[in-house]
């Protein structure tokens, strides 16, 4: 059973600050990792993939891996009230890289 | 570029009766297409996925059937709704082939009552 781990929140920052969402993920195998947000009765909307180790860079967002210790994580930068959602980690599965598994999601408010 | 559509948005069902939900994407050939399912403040549960026409996988038993009887069209449905039934159901498409990321619907909001 493929499992991706997130802490479900609420997270609350203030208005201009960091926040920080982690991910971990049990399948040693996969190679893809993605983050979804989703606004509250809206669907996801995919905001960051990585596939390296490292850090990845867009805009006000940075994606984090690190394979070795099945970590994914997810950085907003100067976080603005319209950042307030539930963000959806997912993973691709090694056995068939056509499916994701999703984590539970971690509701992030910003305050402002 | 491309469009994911699904209808209808919202669908208020009794427990017993029919459901059909219908997905399509425009702007490219041949995608993998899928079903999730969202209970409230839950993760994304996967009910079906297809790689073409008429190639369907099924992730969970359960009372739901799906279809895909074109290229672009994926079609989630049951004969007989139940009240668990109930929840967000969302339709995606990712790339041909390749897999990866994958991009959704607006979805359709299911009430049984």
């Known amino acids: 059973q493929k499992e991706v781990e997130q802490n479900s929140g609420p997270l609350s920052v203030p208005e201009g600050a960091i926040a920080s969402l982690n991910c971990t993920y049990s399948?040693?195998?996969?190679?893809?990792f993605f983050w979804y947000r989703q606004y509250s009765g809206k669907s996801p909307e995919l905001i960051m993939f990585?596939?390296?180790?490292g850090d990845k860079e867009d805009g006000r967002f940075t994606a984090q891996l690190n394979k070795a210790s099945q970590y994914v994580s997810l950085l907003i930068r100067d976080s603005q009230p319209s950042d307030s959602a539930t963000y959806l980690c997912?993973?691709?599965?090694?056995?068939?890289?056509?499916?994701?598994?999703f984590g539970s999601g971690t509701q992030l408010t910003v305050l402002p | 570029s491309q469009t994911i559509h699904q209808w209808p948005a919202t669908l208020v069902q009794p427990v017993g009766s029919p459901l059909s939900l219908e997905c399509t994407v425009e702007?490219?050939?041949?995608?993998?297409l899928y079903w999730y399912r969202q209970a409230a403040g839950r993760g994304l549960q996967l009910l079906f996925y297809?790689?073409?026409?008429?190639?369907i996988s099924s992730e969970v038993p359960q009372n739901l059937s799906a279809s895909r009887p074109q290229d672009r069209q994926f079609i989630l449905s049951s004969k007989k709704l139940l009240l668990s039934d109930s929840g967000f159901y969302l339709c995606?498409?990712?790339?041909?082939?390749?897999?990866?990321?994958?991009?959704f619907g607006p979805g359709t909001r299911l009430t049984v009552t």
């Open positions: 995606a498409w990712s790339w041909s082939g390749q897999g990866g990321e994958q991009y």
């Open positions: 399948d040693r195998g996969s190679q893809s």
């Open positions: 990585i596939y390296s180790n």
């Open positions: 997912a993973v691709e599965n090694s056995g068939s890289a056509r499916q994701l598994t």
């Open positions: 702007g490219t050939s041949n995608p993998n």
């Open positions: 297809s790689v073409g026409i008429g190639q």
